[in-house]
Each structure stands twice: as C-alpha cells, then as structure tokens.
Nanobody, 125 residues
Framework: VQLQASGGGSVQAGGSLRLSCVAS????????MGWFRRAPGKEREFVAA????????YYADSVKGRFTISRDNAKNTVYLQMNSLNSEDTAVYYC???????????????????WGKGTLVTVSS
C-alpha cells in the first residue's frame, strides 16, 4: 500500500485545512487508518484514527472538537478536516494504515504497517 498525503499549507490561526490521504496498490476498505503529526522539536504524536468501516473515530484530546477524520472507501481516501487551527497544530502530518484488527491502544503508539510521506501544516498567529 502506498499512501500519499496532501492538503497541507500555511493558514492563520482560526483557519481551516482539509488533509487527504489517497492509497494506491491496495484497497483501504479493510484497513484501520490514522493521522499522526510531528511538530518541530517534538516526537510524533497520534492525532486521529478511524476504523475500516468508518463507524468509529478516535481523537487526541488536543484536537477533539476541532478535527474530524473521515473516509471514503470507494475513493480509497481518508480525510482530516482541521478547524480552529492554532500555532500548536503546526507540524508535518502523516497518514498511516494497518490491516490488522483495529486496536486503538496499538494505533496510538504508531505501530502501523504503512505510512505516507507527510504534508506540512503551518499555522501563524
């Protein structure tokens, strides 16, 4: 599975961005998906995850209520809608996929089988 994240850019605080992650090589319909980020000088952290059916979503406390993860299995794409952005959201965002049984604890550790190259989000105040 090859993953390609896009949609990053520069935005002012309070603004919105929508990230996309398109998969190729295999259908994502049976993969749990996650978004992670790495801010400058910090370790990678979990942002959001979604089960293969899209029926369950999970968020880091820092983004809950502002970010929304969704997926369109027909388009082999996962999205991250980011609203009310602030400077602490500045980071490189990565999407990841895992074909195994969804385990949130495992997902949060970043133990995902497939990773895309990141897309940079810069929020200016």
């Amino acid at each position: 599975v090859q993953l390609q994240a896009s949609g990053g850019g520069s935005v002012q605080a309070g603004g919105s961005l929508r990230l996309s992650c398109v998969a190729s090589g295999r259908t994502l319909s049976r993969y749990g998906m996650g978004w992670f980020r790495r801010a400058p000088g910090k370790e990678r952290e979990f942002v959001a995850a979604i089960t293969w059916s899209g029926g369950n979503t999970y968020y880091a406390d820092s983004v809950k209520g502002r970010f929304t993860i969704s997926r369109d299995n027909a388009k082999n794409t996962v999205y991250l809608q980011m609203n009310s952005l602030n400077s602490e959201d500045t980071a490189v965002y990565y999407c990841a996929a895992d074909p195994g049984a969804f385990n949130l604890r495992v997902v949060k550790t970043g133990r995902m089988d497939y990773w895309g190259k990141g897309t940079l989000v810069t929020v200016s105040s």
